[in-house]
Nanobody, 124 residues
Framework: LQLVESGGGLVQPGGSLRLSCAASGFNFGNYAIGWFRQAPGKEREGVSCINSGDGSIVYADSVKGRFTISRDNARHTWYLQMTSLKPEDTALYYC??????????????????WGQGTQVTVSS
């Protein structure tokens, strides 16, 4: 199972970016895809997640109303649309997956497959 993130970059405060997470090698069954981020000197934190089966979604309080997670199950690709970006959103963003029949969590300890990350920098 491989996860590859893309879409990161440099954006000004208030701007938008859309991250993608492309997956290959999935077996049958439902799974959860989570987005996490790690800023320099800080611990990795959960941002959002979605379940491929029931569509359950969770957002961290810090991104509610600004970030939107979505999925394209047919293409095994998941997205994180980020708007109204702030300097504190600057981080290395990862997607991760776990087999999960329903719902999802942004607690990283349950995820067992991780991508390499894509850098998001919010700066003027």
């Amino acid at each position: 199972l491989q996860l590859v993130e893309s879409g990161g970059g440099l954006v000004q405060p208030g701007g938008s970016l859309r991250l993608s997470c492309a997956a290959s090698g999935f077996n049958f069954g439902n799974y959860a895809i989570g987005w996490f981020r790690q800023a320099p000197g800080k611990e990795r934190e959960g941002v959002s997640c979605i379940n491929s089966g029931d569509g359950s979604i969770v957002y961290a309080d810090s991104v509610k109303g600004r970030f939107t997670i979505s999925r394209d199950n047919a293409r095994h690709t998941w997205y994180l649309q980020m708007t109204s970006l702030k300097p504190e959103d600057t981080a290395l963003y990862y997607c991760a997956s776990e087999t999960r029949p329903h719902d999802c969590t942004i607690r990283e300890t349950t995820y067992n497959n991780w991508g390499q990350g894509t850098q998001v920098t919010v700066s003027s």
